[in-house]
């Protein structure tokens, strides 16, 4: 009885121990490398995961956003420009009546004040009056400034006494007065006026300028290579000015030009032009023009998409021929709902692709080339592409 249960103790300590060491054994194989692993087991080794069958990765790139032009000219239309100066005679101020009259114990002067609004536009100011009454000379003051010093007759009009631009403020004064009787003291000199007027000739300029926006895509701003704008100019060139056109503030054309010609072609400079709104304004400085045909045009440069390559080896390319790996462009999106179309060209061979998903995968093993291989994306819109992959995958 003795014997019995001792050898049942050893050979329960025998298990234990067998189960210990076959834990063991497990233990280290699952934890080192997979490459030992297959050498232990005598399996065949691999670089990845069986789920993925890459075999190895041959480009990684990011692309990015990607353009597609559809034309190499946009015109931009304006409506047609019609812009003036007019100028013409205005009453600026005026006085029913003016006296004045001078003896050696009495003196009196008559005023008249009158304001000029736009005084850069005011010129050839003129003083017109009727002479009433008229005992000695009549004296005109102009802002502290005497302008006429005369005789004047009794019912006449006499000639408009013409003011200095040089004098004219934006608050103007005028005073009438009479001469002094001098040595007949016992005298007094008067001075009877009516009808007494300030004439000038006023431009108006509200209309001498004209201000249009015009939109440049992100795309059009980030292509341009020539902008042109061009109109057909209709006006009479003996009473035109200078014609001015800005273009965000910035003078492109400043000349008078050849009235009713075809077209007046003007070059603006790429970097004058803003991605979104630009402001053009046109504006004259006497005349009148009419700008018909206006447009902006612009030259688009031939979009260089780039290129990417990538080696295979001798020996990658042999297991690609003889069908034992594949090699796969994989193209992953930006936008996941809306439709992603164009054209991949590889190593000359050219292959559609169409897809609205976010990621989309295009096997080229039959078009590889031992040595170097290039790829370009084309897209027949633009795209956002967030990666390129390349990969040398299992059959």
Known sequence: MFRTKRGQSSAAGAAVLIAIIAALIVGFVILIPPQERAKLLDE???T???SSGVAKNLLMESP?????LAQKEIEHPLPVVNIYTKTEAKVLGEKNVAYAKKGVFSEKADLLTFMIPDLKNTEDL??????VEAEGRLIVSFNGDEVFNGEVKVGSLPKPITIPSNLLQEQNEVVFSVSSPGLAFWRTNELSLQNVKIVADVTSVEAQASKNIFLLSEVEKKNLEKVTLKFQPGCDLDEVGKLTVLVNGKVVYAA???CDVALVPIEISPGALNQGENEIIFKTEQGTYLLTHVVIESELKEVDFPTYYFDLTYEEYSDVVDEDK???ITLDFVDVVARKFGDLEFNGHTK???TKEVSYTLDVSDDVVQGANALKIKPRKTLEVRQLKIDLVKA
């Open 256 to 258: 008078v030009p050849d």
């Open 126 to 131: 003129l003083l017109a009056l009727e002479v």
């Open 64 to 68: 990015g956003r990607i353009d597609y």
């Open 352 to 354: 559609y692709f169409d």
């Open 326 to 328: 594949r090699v796969r």
């Open 48 to 50: 990845t995961s069986p």
């Open 44 to 46: 065949p080794s691999t």
